[in-house]
């Protein structure tokens, strides 16, 4: 078995929830923050079979749209924010960030 970590743009999230579960996958959806631009993204978890794989990640990478945006032109280190030194850069994002792991055990009580 394998899990899937997919890090997707939030203003996906819906769709590929949608698609993942109408193709017969759990998933967990957690919310998550890019350590780069700092906002919030979604990071799905599946755990599914070896052979199944490749199908989550067509169905991920279809509904995920790369995007452009604008990185911050501060940093925040705890409550101080500090100017950053460069000018705001124009970045492309996505569509999806994914890893897939092995899993050595897989038990539901
Ligand atoms: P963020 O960290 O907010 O990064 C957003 C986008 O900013 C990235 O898009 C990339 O285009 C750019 N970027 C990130 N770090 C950079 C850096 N040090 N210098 C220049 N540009 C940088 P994606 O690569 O599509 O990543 C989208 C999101 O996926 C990331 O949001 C982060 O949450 C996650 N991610 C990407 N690569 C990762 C990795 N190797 N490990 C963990 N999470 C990752």
Redo the contacts with the bound molecule.
């Keep these: 078995m394998k899990l899937i970590y997919a890090?997707v743009n939030r203003d996906d999230k819906s769709i590929v929830s949608a698609e993942l579960t109408k193709e017969g996958f759990f998933a967990t959806k957690l919310a998550?923050?890019?350590?780069?631009?700092?906002?919030g993204?979604t990071t799905f978890l599946i755990c599914t079979e070896d052979d199944l794989v490749e199908k989550a990640i067509g169905i991920i990478a279809k509904f995920s749209k790369k995007r452009s945006?604008i990185?911050p032109s501060s940093l925040t280190y705890g409550a101080m924010s500090i100017p950053y030194t460069g000018l705001p850069m124009e970045?492309?994002?996505?569509?999806a960030?994914i890893?897939v792991t092995n899993i050595e055990k897989f038990e539901k009580y």
């Design positions: 890090i998550s923050t890019g350590g780069f631009l700092k906002s993204n945006q990185s970045v492309t994002v996505g569509g960030t890893f």
